[in-house]
């Protein structure tokens, strides 16, 4: 098992930043691969960014490339999401997820584990 805690949303005007943070415990981080995926109300998750077990490839939907950047820090466990040119459009709940295997894809059942999320809300 895997349990992933995320933090760092919260309410940010636009054009604005957040560095999202997922926290990974329970197993050896670095045997998985890890990505963020949010959720709008009613929708199903949207795949926005994937970072291979080792850090050193990485993969971005067309929406998160160019403004987010993933990245991991193995010795802390953890996985990040910084967030950059902020837009209401980006209002959702943000979530890790980890995969068993060297990358991860963009679709959510290439995933094994999934943290509880958090809100980011951006204003006009």
């Known amino acids: 098992q895997v349990q992933l805690v995320e933090s760092g949303g919260g309410l940010v005007k636009a054009g604005g930043s957040l560095r999202l943070s997922c926290a990974a415990s329970?197993?050896?981080?670095?045997?998985?691969?890890m990505a963020w995926f949010r959720q709008f109300p009613g929708k199903e998750r949207e795949f926005l960014a994937a970072?291979?077990?080792?850090?050193?490839?990485?993969r971005y939907s067309d929406s998160a490339k160019g403004r987010f950047t993933i990245s991991r820090d193995i010795a802390k466990n953890t996985v990040y999401l910084q967030m950059n040119r902020l837009n209401p459009e980006d209002t959702a709940v943000y979530c890790c997820?980890?995969?068993?295997?060297?990358?991860?894809?963009?679709?959510?059942?290439?995933?094994?584990?999934w943290g509880q999320g958090t809100q980011v809300t951006v204003s006009s």
């Open positions: 997820a980890a995969a068993e295997g060297i990358v991860g894809g963009s679709e959510e059942y290439e995933y094994d584990y």
């Open positions: 329970g197993r050896t981080f670095s045997n998985y691969a």
């Open positions: 970072i291979s077990r080792s850090g050193a490839g990485t």
